[in-house]
């Protein structure tokens, strides 16, 4: 079975700072991972993916998302955050199963931008 | 990129009715599609995986004969919440990946909420 930690539920965070939202996995197998970003009433969209390859994947939107296998982690990242990055997030992975996949997510971390 | 609709995007209903979600590929086709559901402020939990051709597989907890889920063609699938109560006021959100793809991207659509009254 598959988990994903997402161990901060919110982050508050001034406009143009920095910013990091965690996510940690855990699986028996290889994996892929995703970060997605909701807006209210809204469905997902995708921000990143890692399948393979580099490990650090850069997204829409001025994201960036380092796996690090090690650790088991996918933390998302921003260098400046805008007001418009408010939002919640999600980490999510998922694994293959012959036919088709099952996406597993976090419980989500809500980013606060204040100016 | 890949477009996933949903209909209708918001619906209240009377307790007991019974409503009907469509999730549409609009550009791809897709052998599966994912019903998730979504409380408020929590994350997405999915509910049952939808086979065009076949039956739909439930999560653990989720009641087949509540949610009924039909897969009629490659880029059609409708959940159908019978007998609808208030516990099943809920944001309800699909998902689709290319039948072409391996690398287990999916496509979500706008998602639908469902208030039952």
């Known amino acids: 079975a598959q988990s994903v930690t997402q161990l901060d539920s919110q982050v508050p965070v001034f406009e143009e700072a920095p910013v990091e939202l965690r996510c940690n996995y855990s699986s028996s197998v290889s994996v892929y991972l995703f970060w997605y970003v909701q807006y209210p009433n809204q469905g997902l969209q995708l921000l990143l993916k890692y399948l393979s390859g580099s490990t650090l994947v850069k997204g829409i939107n001025g994201f960036e998302a380092e796996f690090n296998k090690s650790q088991t982690s996918f933390h998302l990242r921003k260098p400046s955050v805008h007001i418009s990055d408010t939002a919640e997030y999600f980490c999510a992975v998922s694994q293959y199963t012959g036919t088709a996949s099952k996406l597993t997510f976090g419980t989500g971390t809500r980013l606060q931008v204040t100016l | 990129g890949a477009v996933v609709s949903q209909h209708p995007s918001w619906v209240i209903c009377k307790s007991g009715t019974s409503v009907k979600i469509e999730c549409r590929s609009l550009?791809?086709?897709?052998?599966?599609m994912f019903w998730y559901r979504q409380f408020p402020k929590q994350s997405l939990m999915l509910m049952a995986t939808?086979?065009?051709?076949?039956?739909?597989?439930?999560e653990q907890g989720v009641e087949k004969d509540k949610f009924l889920i039909n897969h009629a063609s490659l880029t059609l699938s409708t959940l159908t919440v019978t007998s609808a109560h208030p516990e099943d006021s809920s944001f309800y959100i699909c998902?689709?990946?290319?039948?072409?793809?391996?690398?287990?991207?999916?496509?979500f659509g706008p998602g639908t909420r469902l208030t039952v009254l």
């Open positions: 550009d791809f086709q897709a052998t599966t």
């Open positions: 939808s086979n065009e051709g076949s039956k739909a597989t439930y």
């Open positions: 998902s689709a990946p290319p039948r072409t793809t391996l690398n287990n991207e999916q496509f």
